[in-house]
C-alpha cells in the first residue's frame, strides 16, 4: 500500500513537500469526469503528469509549502467555426503555494501572480490536475483552417425575399420614405 505521502488522490501536501517528492504518473481521460464532459466522446488520450513538492526558505518567516504541477493531453473539441471535431492540445504547468487557512489563501492570492491554496490534511491531485486542464480548455474552440470551405449563407435573392417576410420591413420601409403604392 503507498503512504499518504506518495499517493496523488490522498496527497499530504506538508510532508509531500518536507520531503521534496517527485511524482508522475497517467490517467486515462475518463477517470476525469468534469473534463470528458467537456469534450467530445471521441477524445481519448491518456492525461500524462508530473508533481514535486518543494519547502522553499522563506526570509524571517516559516518555511513555504509548495507544489509544482505539469500535466498534459490531448482532446476533442467541436470548431466552432465550421462545426466539425478537432484535436486540441493541453498542457499546463502550475505552482501553488500552500497556507494556513482559507482566509489566509485568499489575501495572498489577490496579491500573488502564482496560485495559493489553503493547505488540508490531504489533497486529490487528479482534481487539482483536472481544474487546471479544464481552465486551459480554448473558449472558442477552432481550426486555424477548417478541412471543409465553409459555406456561403445564402444569395441575394434570399436575403431579398427574407427581408419581405420579415415583419417589420413595412416599418423599416415607412421610416425611409420607400412605402410601396
Not at 503512504?3 to 513537500?17: I, K, T
Not at 497517467?26 to 467537456?38: A, E, F, H
Not at 518567516?61 to 493541453?90: D, Y
Request: hydrophobic residues 45%; negative net charge; contains cysteine.
Amino acid at each position: 500500500m503507498k503512504s499518504r505521502v506518495n499517493d496523488p488522490r490522498h496527497l499530504e501536501v506538508e510532508a509531500f513537500a518536507q520531503e521534496s517528492v517527485h511524482l508522475e504518473g497517467r490517467w486515462p481521460q475518463d477517470d476525469l469526469v468534469r473534463l470528458k464532459q467537456s469534450v467530445l466522446p471521441e477524445s481519448r488520450a491518456d492525461v500524462t503528469w508530473v508533481a514535486q513538492g518543494e519547502r522553499r526558505a522563506a526570509p524571517g518567516a516559516a518555511a513555504e509549502t509548495w507544489l509544482h504541477l505539469t500535466a498534459e493531453t490531448t482532446v476533442t473539441l467541436q470548431c466552432q467555426r465550421c462545426l466539425s471535431a478537432m484535436t486540441a492540445p493541453l498542457a499546463i504547468e502550475s505552482s501553488f503555494q500552500f497556507v494556513a487557512g482559507e482566509d489566509a489563501a485568499a489575501v495572498l492570492d489577490a496579491d500573488s501572480e502564482h496560485d495559493v491554496l489553503a493547505l488540508t490534511r490531504e489533497l486529490d491531485l487528479l482534481t487539482l490536475v483536472e481544474d487546471e486542464l479544464l481552465l486551459a480548455l480554448p473558449i472558442v474552440p477552432r481550426h486555424a483552417h477548417c478541412p471543409q470551405p465553409l459555406e456561403v449563407p445564402v444569395s441575394d435573392e434570399e436575403v431579398a425575399a427574407e427581408k419581405e417576410a420579415h415583419p417589420f420591413a413595412a416599418l423599416a420601409a415607412l421610416k425611409r420614405g420607400q412605402l410601396p403604392n
